[in-house]
């Protein structure tokens, strides 16, 4: 399984971007899928969360300007971000939870991060 990550970018801030993580390889099943994000000097922190029934959860300091959202027929999640602030910026990371076979147990997998970049 891998997970290939883009959309990420410079921007001003006030602007918008919309990152795409899509899942490839033998996938029996998607369950929760999300994304994380690390600034420099900073641990790694969840953005936001969405489950196979699309319930989403998000870090309060994106709620209201972030939306995430997936695809399933595609096993991709996507992040709507909007009025970025620079103290988004950060490399974003995709992470999904894939059982690969029925009955297979279910995996973590990261993809490869995707840099977001907020300034003027």
């Known amino acids: 399984v891998q997970l290939q990550a883009s959309g990420g970018g410079l921007v001003q801030p006030g602007g918008s971007l919309r990152l795409s993580c899509a899942a490839s390889?033998?996938?029996?099943?998607?369950?929760?899928m999300g994304w994380y994000r690390q600034a420099p000097g900073k641990q790694r922190e969840l953005v936001a969360t969405?489950?196979?029934?699309?319930?989403?959860n998000y870090a309060d300091s994106v709620k209201g300007r972030f939306t995430i959202s997936r695809d399933n027929a595609k096993n991709t999640v996507y992040l709507q971000m909007n009025s970025l602030k620079p103290e988004d910026t950060a490399v974003y990371f995709c992470?999904?939870?894939?059982?690969?076979?029925?009955?297979?147990?279910?995996?973590?997998?990261w993809g490869q991060g995707t840099q977001v970049t907020v300034s003027s």
């Open positions: 969405i489950t196979s029934g699309r319930t989403t």
């Open positions: 992470n999904v939870d894939i059982r690969a076979r029925g009955g297979a147990p279910i995996h973590n997998y």
């Open positions: 390889g033998t996938i029996f099943s998607i369950n929760a």
